[in-house]
């Protein structure tokens, strides 16, 4: 789910995309748009009026909300298929995350809004990840939840990567789902429950709290204000 800075909300479905305007919902899908998805994965919002969409089957997506357009959206350089996770840094870095192509990012996204540009470039982060479920930065530091017990923090220095492997509890599998706060804790949804992961002076990043919930796994959480929504399977 995002929200633009116009208040509209994006839900990303199996359906297609729905898309509310405060008054009535719109979807778009294969069945009203030539060539889009029905299988929407994830989203980011880019400006006022310019989504990204990432599919499970056909890539990449923009849709200008000025225009009611949507588009697709090709690299020169790499074909991208099935997208799991975006993530738009303060930076105005966009990382692109795959459950089998690895991690990739667009040093200034702004190229993507341009419908001429076809000379667009994707940088590819020389490295094993396992299949990449979500991704959220907190400062410069990119986090990534993957099919491991391990939380991947990457920090990008211009065109060179530092890569932190943080080890979880031996009993999580996989990691799922990740938020961050206004405070730069970082909430992971696992498949035992939630940790809060906390940047402390003297340790670092180290776990400071876990939720055990009844019902696992935590596939989604949302943080507002001061309430955490966890979205579990089944």
Known sequence: IVQDQEGYF???????????????????????????????????????????????????????????????????????????????????????????????????????????????????????????YSMTSIGDHLFIASHSNVLFIVTRTKNTFSIENKLLDSNITSIYSLASTADNDLWIGTNCGISILSNQKDKGWSIDKKIALPTNPIRTISLVGDVAYAAVEG
């Open 10 to 132: 994006y839900f990303a479905t199996n359906g297609g995309l729905s898309v509310f305007d405060g008054n009535s919902f719109h979807t778009y899908n294969y069945q009203n748009i030539n060539s889009f998805s029905n299988s929407i994965t994830t989203l980011v919002a880019l400006g006022d009026s310019i989504v990204l969409i990432g599919s499970r089957d056909k890539g990449l997506f923009l849709l200008d909300k000025t225009t009611d357009n949507i588009r697709p959206v090709f690299f020169y350089n790499v074909v991208l298929s099935n997208i799991s996770s975006l993530e738009l840094t303060k930076n105005n870095e966009l990382w692109i995350g795959t459950p089998n192509q690895g991690l990739f990012y667009l040093s200034d996204c702004s190229f993507l809004s341009n419908p001429d540009n076809n000379e667009i470039k994707l940088s590819y982060v020389e490295y094993p990840f396992p299949a990449i």
